[in-house]
């Protein structure tokens, strides 16, 4: 009947949290999520959701009178990705809506009209805090919370003019309501938001007050990670379905460290650890200033993350700097500083391919760190250098899930063969890691990996 296509921006996260309340920092804060299970931001589920209503609204007029909203969110959307909306009538009378990213489906949407009469009885707009409550899985069995409902009306209608405009702004508040309990309050901080199912009916009534809504955790697997949401209020009722996230992998600390090097000192003049703010980058500097080496760090994001390195490793005795660097422009933003080592851990986040289909565009981002970005940086070198560059052991054991991973990586081998061969100022050593748990790859191994810094210490050391 209708199909749409957009993107999402930043600043429409921003807004979109100005709206709902819900800040927590897998949606709106870049640095933040490149340590979180995606690596980079994600649109909020009920975002989604809203950008449904709204084109919806143009078409379907029985949006006055909804009965029924449910929302199942598959799949990530990110930033700055093209995604597509469907909207299509079916045959019971609603309206069904598909948005999909980059080919795969993303959110499946269905709205039931019906309803005699929704919430309208509404407080006005609220201040919302933006710090996000941090729960551990085994606290939420028992949580139940009542909560003012609010919204801002000028800015819904700068944002959502055509919802709006047709859908009663109680409905709406109720589901701004659900991304803010699952973004900010349960699961909070580590949250995953899955389903929402709303009705609205003058039938519910539930004791509570006009403008509020109750949430109650009736379920939290451990093993799975899922927490179940009941939600009540006058003249509505709902189901939210969220998954509690692992925290983030915690880093090895510089007395973590100095534990592993045990008092060795290695004789570098000065290091280089591109892509050091993070992930094995973070640890491998860690270790290297444990044994006595002036090292510098490199970041292309996260100006902050990278200087309270530096302050952790020079709070220990050793000394460090950071350096603003991106290894996808030129190389000679470095300028005309000499390094004896360099350690090349710049990345993006990996992520797991489509398996049987091989992903060109996944392979080509790899590529242009492990490859392109890489041999630039070592061309740029004038004087001897050697080179540490980390490997996987993929390569040689091939995993469905990371093909375009090893293919990037083995074509990177590939790069030190030739500058070991023909480029006189670098020596470059290959080096096949294991699967190992950082910041980065928490997320995206199954089984635990070996700890960081036991890998690397040796391999630096050597």
Not at 335 to 347: K, T
Request: one cysteine or more.
């Amino acid at each position: 009947m209708k199909t749409v296509g957009r993107s999402f921006s930043m600043q429409d996260q921003i807004r979109f949290a100005e709206l709902s309340g819900d800040w927590n920092p897998i949606h709106v804060d870049s640095v933040a999520a490149r340590r979180l299970m995606f690596g980079e931001p994600v649109v909020h589920g009920v975002h989604l959701l809203c950008w449904y209503l709204n084109e919806a609204a143009s078409i379907w007029p029985a949006l006055s009178t909804p009965s029924r909203i449910t929302a199942v969110f598959k799949q990530p959307v990110l930033l700055e990705r093209n995604v597509s909306l469907d909207l299509s009538e079916r045959q019971d009378g609603a309206l069904e809506g598909r948005i999909t990213t980059e080919g795969t489906l993303a959110a499946h949407i269905l709205v039931e009209s019906g309803a005699a009469e929704v919430l309208t009885a509404l407080p006005g707009a609220q201040v919302w805090a933006r710090d996000p409550v941090e729960r551990e899985l085994q606290d939420m069995p028992g949580v139940s919370e009542q909560l003012d409902l609010g919204l801002n009306v000028d800015d819904l209608n700068a944002l959502f003019p055509q919802m709006s405009a047709q859908v009663p702004h109680g409905a709406v508040s109720v589901i701004l309501a659900a991304t803010r309990i699952v973004g900010m309050r349960c699961p909070g901080l580590h949250s995953l938001f899955s389903e929402l199912d709303l009705t609205f009916s003058p039938e519910e009534k539930s004791g509570a007050e006009p403008g509020e809504i109750h949430y109650a955790v009736t379920m939290a697997h451990s093993e799975l990670r899922l927490v179940d949401i009941a939600l009540s209020g006058l003249g509505f009722s709902g189901k939210l379905r969220t998954f509690a996230r692992p925290p983030s992998q915690s880093q090895l600390t510089m007395s973590g460290a100095t534990a592993i090097s045990k008092g060795a000192k290695l004789e570098i003049d000065q290091a280089l650890v591109v892509g050091g703010s993070r992930g094995l980058g973070e640890v491998a500097a860690k270790l290297l200033a444990s044994a006595g080496v002036p090292v510098t760090i490199t970041y292309s994001l996260g100006a902050t993350d990278a200087e309270a390195i530096v302050q952790e490793i020079e709070s220990s005795g050793a000394s460090a700097n950071a350096l603003q660097f991106d290894v996808l422009g030129d190389e000679r933003a470095l300028g005309e500083a000499h390094y004896s080592h360099v350690y090349y851990f710049a990345s993006p986040k990996i992520k797991q391919g489509a398996g049987a289909d091989f992903d060109v565009g996944l392979f080509n981002t790899y590529n242009d760190f492990f490859v392109s970005g890489f041999s630039r940086l070592a061309m740029s070198c004038r004087q001897p250098t050697r080179i540490f560059y980390p490997s996987t052991v993929y390569v040689e054991e091939p995993e469905p899930r990371f093909t375009e991973y090893a293919a990037a990586k083995a074509a990177g081998e590939e790069i030190c063969r030739y500058l070991n061969t023909f480029n006189k100022n670098v020596s470059v050593d290959v080096v096949r890691l294991p699967k190992m748990r950082t910041d980065q790859t928490a997320s995206m191994i199954g089984a635990p990996g070996a700890e960081p810094g036991e890998v690397l210490w040796p391999l630096l050391s050597a």
